[in-house]
């Protein structure tokens, strides 16, 4: 992982000041005005990123002041990057390759058949995200996905080796963008589109230990209150069997009756507080993409149900050396088993091809919505 001294040094040069590295872990800097006001910097000052600073040195870190400074500072540049990459030349594909595509795929009402593995040339997008979690406690976190711009399949076994190529800087060249072996760039809106649907599962899992210590401490603010508006009741029931037959007596109880009354109104009131309190809101905003061109092994299946066909294919990154699962066609989430529809033989994931709940009525999400056509 590059250093904060680095990053900072690149964002002050692509902003037009003069960086010269000095001992011990600093920079002297000669600002323009654009980077005094970003910043708050004098024309000409030292920064220093270590223990130990150089002399007159500011002290830079993580400071939530110095890292908006750096985003007023970069604003949009190297939010979108087109890059390629060629990995070394390969003549054969992985000898399994075809069985690894037959374990990976099973259908449980048709049949697949695959016809050939060719090399291949695709795009694939790298989205990073920054989630913002806010609830009884603020947190923040990144979050990175990456899908095949050919078939829509999630490709998140690149994303560990992409992140250490860029650290590594070397090896890259860029894009012309351009291709006829290439698929089509995808739009904002496609790219929008398939975040809303894939993201959410992906945010889940990556907060899941946050969401748990949440749960926690509402289960445990739940048990108190609880504990306390029982001892309330117990109260105003003994109050209430206490008093006497006759004048005064059960019949003329309506202030214990009422107390208990207010009791469980209070209590219901906490509970809708505190479910409230601990309620989580996340927001992704999508902060960088990276589109990168490289060459896969493209495995070419038919997709047999019935008297029809559909091809598809599958592709194997030689950058993480993994077979990518085929998507689902409704959700776009990887699978391993699908049930193919008999319209456009759309290959759906279990939770997309159930029946409906209301009528028990099966039905293709991708061809008919999420919506059931006979109980809409």
């Known amino acids: 992982m590059r250093s904060l001294r680095d990053v900072t040094a690149e964002a002050l040069t692509l902003a037009g000041a003069i960086v010269e590295p000095i001992a011990p872990e600093g920079l002297e800097v000669m600002a323009p005005m654009e980077v005094r006001q970003a910043l708050s910097i004098p024309e000409w000052s030292r920064l220093g990123f270590g223990t130990d600073l150089p002399a007159g040195a500011r002290r830079v870190a993580l400071e939530p002041d110095w890292v908006a400074g750096l985003q007023r500072l970069i604003q949009d540049r190297g939010?979108?990057?087109?890059?390629?990459?060629?990995?070394?030349?390969?003549?054969?594909?992985?000898?399994?390759?075809?069985?690894?595509?037959?374990?990976?795929?099973?259908?449980?009402?048709?049949?697949?058949?695959?016809?050939?593995?060719a090399p291949a040339k695709t795009r694939y997008l790298l989205l990073s995200f920054r989630l913002a979690v806010v609830s009884d406690e603020k947190a923040e976190d990144f979050i990175q996905m990456c899908v095949n711009e050919s078939n829509s399949a999630i490709a998140d076994s690149m994303v560990e080796p992409l992140l250490k190529r860029l650290g590594e800087g070397n090896g890259w060249n860029l894009a012309d963008g351009g291709g006829a072996e290439l698929p089509p760039p995808w739009s904002a809106r496609r790219v929008e589109e398939y975040s809303t649907k894939v993201l959410p599962p992906k945010i889940k899992l990556r907060l899941s230990a946050v969401l748990a210590g949440m749960e926690r401490r509402m289960d445990r603010d739940?048990?108190?209150?609880?504990?306390?508006?029982?001892?309330?009741?117990?109260?105003?029931?003994?109050?209430?069997d206490a008093r006497p037959e006759g004048k005064g007596g059960p019949k003329d109880a309506r202030g214990e009756l009422a107390k208990l009354d207010w009791i469980e109104r209070e209590y219901l009131a906490k509970i809708a507080d505190t479910r409230r309190k601990y309620a989580a809101t996340v927001e992704a905003r999508l902060e960088q993409v990276l589109r990168l061109e490289t060459e896969v092994w493209r495995v070419h299946v038919t997709i047999l149900r019935k008297k029809m066909s559909r091809p598809m294919h599958a592709d194997f990154c030689r950058i993480s050396?993994?077979?990518?699962?085929?998507?689902?066609?409704?959700?776009w989430n990887s699978s391993k088993t699908f049930v193919v529809c008999d319209e456009q033989l759309h290959l759906l994931c279990p939770a997309c091809s159930s029946p409906c709940p209301s009528c028990g009525k099966t039905f293709c999400q991708a061809c008919r919505?999420?919506?059931?056509?006979?109980?809409?």
Do not use: M, W
Request: glycine share 4%; net charge positive; hydrophobic share 30%.
């Open 369 to 376: 919505g999420a919506r059931c056509p006979r109980c809409a």
């Open 321 to 331: 050396g993994t077979l990518e699962r085929l998507p689902c066609d409704s959700c």
């Open 222 to 240: 739940l048990q108190r209150l609880h504990a306390y508006h029982s001892e309330l009741r117990d109260q105003a029931r003994r109050q209430l």
């Open 79 to 117: 939010r979108c990057l087109r890059l390629s990459l060629q990995p070394a030349p390969s003549g054969k594909p992985p000898h399994d390759l075809e069985r690894s595509v037959a374990q990976q795929i099973t259908l449980e009402n048709a049949t697949f058949r695959v016809r050939e593995i």
